[in-house]
């Protein structure tokens, strides 16, 4: 089956900069990748995703990178808030809705100092 | 707005004791999914469902069971609660496009 290695587990930065979080994964039939953030007490909830068919997506502060070959992807946020607090996952899978769960990393605790 | 619900949102019970935590989505999807999360581990999934009648075992299934009766509902039952499923459970169902949309979360605890 697949899996789903996320670093770091913690990250610290200051407001404004900018956050980097990278998965890999072992399935190189996935080609699905979702990002989900997790606030405190919350239910996590996508905020970007890619196929493998794009190596790159942007939405606002926020970008995802795909290297297939090498098997990883990353989340980038740019000119970070402290609204940007909260747990971030990765995931890879299969798209088109398929019944087969999503593998998810064991997430990333982004922390933003004021 | 279509919508995935779960219930309780809390729980407390005793070793030994059969538990069911409800999930109710109104999107129509035909899949759909139960996760736990704890410290450490990220989400694990549990069980999940192509459709009525269909149950499959995912990542940590032992001591858990589904079942699916019609599109909206996925219990989730704890045939004999034990202290290492003290966890919060996500349930989820899948659109189309592949984007997973999750539950609230139940929290429960085994004592």
């Known amino acids: 089956g697949e899996n789903v290695e996320q670093h770091p587990s913690t990250l610290s930065v200051q407001e404004g900069d900018s956050a980097v979080i990278k998965c890999t994964y072992s399935?190189?039939?996935?080609?699905?990748f979702p990002w989900y953030k997790q606030e405190l007490g919350k239910r996590p909830q996508l905020i970007i995703d890619i196929r493998s068919n794009v190596g790159e997506k942007k939405d606002q502060r926020i970008a995802v990178t795909l290297n297939k070959t090498a098997k990883h992807f990353s989340l980038h946020i740019t000119e970070t808030q402290p609204e940007d607090s909260a747990v971030y996952f990765c995931a890879a899978g299969y798209s088109g809705g398929g019944a087969d769960g999503l593998t998810f990393g064991k997430g990333t605790h982004l922390i933003i100092q004021p | 707005d279509a919508e995935i619900t779960q219930s309780p949102r809390h729980k407390i019970t005793e070793t030994g004791r059969q538990v069911t935590l409800a999930c109710h989505q109104t999107?129509?999807?035909?899949?759909m999914f139960w996760y736990r999360q704890d410290l450490g581990h990220g989400l694990r999934l549990i069980h999940y469902s192509y459709g009525v009648q269909d149950t499959n075992k995912g990542e940590v299934s032992d001591g858990y069971s589904v079942s699916r009766s019609n599109t909206e509902d996925l219990p989730l039952t704890l045939e004999s609660a034990a202290s290492s499923q003290t966890s919060v459970y996500f349930c989820?169902?899948?659109?189309?496009?592949?984007?997973?949309?999750f539950g609230e979360g139940s929290r429960l605890t085994v004592l």
């Open positions: 989820a169902s899948r659109a189309p496009a592949g984007e997973l949309f």
């Open positions: 399935d190189s039939a996935s080609n699905y």
């Open positions: 999107w129509n999807h035909n899949n």
